[in-house]
């Protein structure tokens, strides 16, 4: 397995942007698809963003599409989250997630897909 460690979170006022990375170590990264979920108090976690193990295929949640944009670097082993346009409501931990998939052109939406998360970050949007 993979083992994933997030980092880019912060405080941002509204209409801004961040960009979290999630470092992976371990097997081999392009092997398995990544995913971004999000995580408020008292509410399930949230599928946000998921990419292929080649990064060909991506796939956002409704709310996300047109604001958020997933990437992955096979050769650096990370997977990145810009967010642009950022509401408050935004405001979340952020986790990383990681499924291992025969097939490169595959994602991945539902939290139980996944087999590795990260601890996440947290981002806090002002309004």
């Known amino acids: 397995q993979v083992q994933l460690v997030e980092s880019g979170g912060g405080l941002v006022q509204a209409g801004g942007s961040l960009r979290l990375s999630c470092a992976a170590s371990?097997?081999?990264?392009?092997?398995?698809?990544m995913g971004w979920f999000r995580q408020t108090p008292g509410k399930e976690r949230e599928f946000v963003a998921a990419?292929?193990?080649?990064?060909?295929?991506?796939y956002y949640a409704p709310s996300d599409k047109g604001r958020f944009t997933i990437s992955r670097d096979n050769a650096k082993n990370t997977v990145s989250l810009q967010m642009n346009s950022l509401k408050p409501e935004d405001t979340a931990v952020y986790v990383c997630?990681?499924?291992?998939?025969?097939?490169?052109?595959?994602?991945?939406?539902?939290?139980?897909?996944?087999?590795?998360w990260g601890q996440g970050t947290q981002v806090t949007v002002s309004s």
């Open positions: 997630a990681a499924a291992h998939s025969s097939d490169p052109t595959y994602i991945y939406t539902w939290r139980s897909d996944y087999n590795t």
């Open positions: 371990g097997r081999t990264f392009s092997n398995y698809a």
């Open positions: 990419i292929s193990g080649s990064g060909g295929t991506t």
